[in-house]
């Protein structure tokens, strides 16, 4: 099992920043890939980024390519989601995801575990 906490959502203005940690606990942690997905109000839950167990490779959507970096510390359980230059359209709750295997995937069925969500809003 494992069980993953998110925080760092909050609310700020177009064109500013938040980083998003997601604290992992319960195996081994470089064994497993981890994502970022993000889901608002009346929409499918989608990718965001994703990183791989050793952290050598990642992977974004087209949508936050640029400005959004997805890293992660092994040592201390933790995966980070640093998000520039923020729009609107980045409003949505943002969930931490893991997945048994080294190597990162897009679809939300690939994941195993998941936390609870945290709320980013960005006003225009």
């Known amino acids: 099992q494992v069980q993953l906490v998110e925080s760092g959502g909050g609310l700020v203005q177009a064109g500013g920043s938040l980083s998003l940690s997601c604290a992992a606990s319960?195996?081994?942690?470089?064994?497993?890939?981890m994502g970022w997905f993000r889901q608002a109000p009346g929409k499918e839950r989608e990718f965001v980024a994703a990183?791989?167990?050793?952290?050598?490779?990642?992977l974004y959507a087209d949508s936050v390519k640029g400005r959004f970096t997805i890293s992660r510390d092994n040592a201390k359980n933790t995966v980070y989601l640093q998000m520039n230059s923020l729009k609107p359209e980045d409003t949505a709750v943002y969930y931490c995801?893991?997945?048994?295997?080294?190597?990162?995937?897009?679809?939300?069925?690939?994941?195993?575990?998941w936390g609870q969500g945290t709320q980013v809003t960005v006003s225009s």
């Open positions: 990183i791989s167990g050793k952290g050598s490779r990642t």
């Open positions: 319960g195996r081994t942690f470089s064994s497993v890939a």
């Open positions: 995801a893991a997945r048994k295997g080294l190597f990162v995937a897009v679809d939300t069925q690939q994941y195993d575990y």
